[in-house]
């Protein structure tokens, strides 16, 4: 199914393992805040992968011990937003963009409106991540990738515990920046793109379009088993990119998609 002509297009990008990697940066800021509320280092973090900052506080808490851990959840965060813009130089120095991340950003961005058949009138980027959007911000900023995208209308991990209410939130967003309707970017208007079977639970439960890379921890068969309408090996290609989330073209090439890992 592509996307009807004339439709404008919400993509919304996870962050870590898909744009970047933050060279450890994010666990590192978790232990600060942990020691500075409760004075000792955490037991254990929750795992991160694909899951929401609210929902990883909450977890990591509930390990420590920490009583009432859910009334712990936004004094937590508000530790993030406070030390957020301090980890910058060390997300500039360890972090790296992931390859042909930066390229598939700009090419969504430039690519002209309406000169394919079936192609989006318009492009709106932004993110769907975990991290609260003070991290986010920082991550994307220190490492170049902020530009292109409007961060104005993304969703964060502050927004909700759970990730498949993040896609709501950001058409919402995009549609009152926009002069929309959320309705407007419902369905397939809305494409999601992440490394983990969480992103793409998110895009099914939504009703969006679900792009995969295999650049996080888990392998494209997971990927596909989750149910991606398509799974790249990464974001090096972008002409390739552009189809899988543009939708273009894939029908007519069944056998090339599944030899490139598009279905």
Known sequence: MSVVAGSDLLVLWDVD?????????????????????????????????GRTDRAIIRETLELAGVASPREWVDPFIAGLTAHAPSMRAAVAAR???????????????????????????RVYQSVLTGNIRPVAEVKLAALGLDGPLDLGIGAYGDDHEVRTELVAVARRRAAAAHGRVPADFAGRATVLVGDTPLDIEAALAS???????????????????????????????????????????????????GEQGLS
């Open 95 to 121: 972090g790296r963009v992931l390859p042909g991340a930066a390229e598939a950003i700009a090419a969504l961005a430039s690519a002209p409106a309406n000169a394919v058949s079936g192609r989006p009138r």
């Open 17 to 49: 393992g898909t744009l970047l990697n933050a060279g450890g940066v994010g666990v590192e800021l978790y232990g600060l805040v942990f020691r500075g509320l409760f004075g000792r280092a955490p037991d254990a973090f929750a795992p991160m992968a």
């Open 207 to 257: 009703g969006a379009r679900a792009v995969a890379v295999a650049t996080g921890p888990f392998p494209a068969a997971d990927l596909r088993a989750a149910g991606a309408h398509a799974v790249l090996p990464d974001l090096t290609d972008t002409a390739l990119v552009l189809r899988a989330v543009l939708s273009l073209g894939l029908r007519s090439r069944a056998q090339h998609a």
